[in-house]
């Protein structure tokens, strides 16, 4: 599929909305193939694939405030810290833990920004993991919208320019994961 560019979006990350525009989006896909190699005729058989969707934007940032976050990975934890500021999954809450203190409610699936490190009570090995799905949203020439949801991975950043305080921020990197798109 070729680029496509859109004049503006939303980027939902970190639970965290942004606006975002000059919106490029690049569908690849990925073909797992199986030649038969034991025969004089070789054929070959499509197993299976993989959609990422390549992205690039611009936003603004408030001067002082946090940029989005590059290279980050899930990661599943049954014990320890928390990083302020950085949106989890409680996946399997035992009972008796306890992470109300950082903004959390104590049940399996609940998402939240921590709001501090150190949970009331963790010794029973409940799991907690960081978020890196995102919610990318654009809007088309007619005015249609196409959602796209899967886990972001940033590659690049660099500061394009400054507008009355803000910062002016271009972004490239990947949609990938369990993708799926919607579109109204």
């Not at 599929?1 to 639970?15: E, H, I, P, S, V």
Request: proline share 1%.
């Amino acid at each position: 599929m070729a680029k496509n560019a859109f004049a503006r979006g939303t980027l939902l990350f970190n639970l965290t909305e942004y606006g975002v525009f000059d919106v490029t989006l690049d569908d690849t896909y990925s073909e797992i193939d199986v030649t038969d190699t034991a025969t004089t005729v070789t054929q070959s058989e499509f197993i299976g694939g993989k959609e990422v969707i390549n992205i690039s934007f611009t936003m603004y940032k408030d001067a002082g405030t946090a940029d989005l976050i590059l290279n980050r990975t899930t990661v599943a934890t049954t014990s320890g810290s928390l990083v302020e500021g950085i949106a989890y999954r409680l996946t399997d809450w035992i009972t008796d833990d306890d992470f109300s203190n950082l903004g959390a409610t104590n049940e399996d699936g609940n998402e939240f920004i921590a709001t501090g490190t150190s949970p009331t009570h963790w010794d029973h090995s409940s799991i907690v993991n960081t978020m890196v799905e995102c919610q990318l949203k654009v809007e088309d020439a007619a005015g249609l919208y196409t959602t796209y949801e899967g886990d972001l991975i940033l590659l690049t950043k660099s500061v394009t320019g400054n507008v009355d305080g803000a910062v002016q921020l271009a972004y490239t990197g990947k949609i990938t994961g369990a993708l799926t798109e919607a579109q109204g």
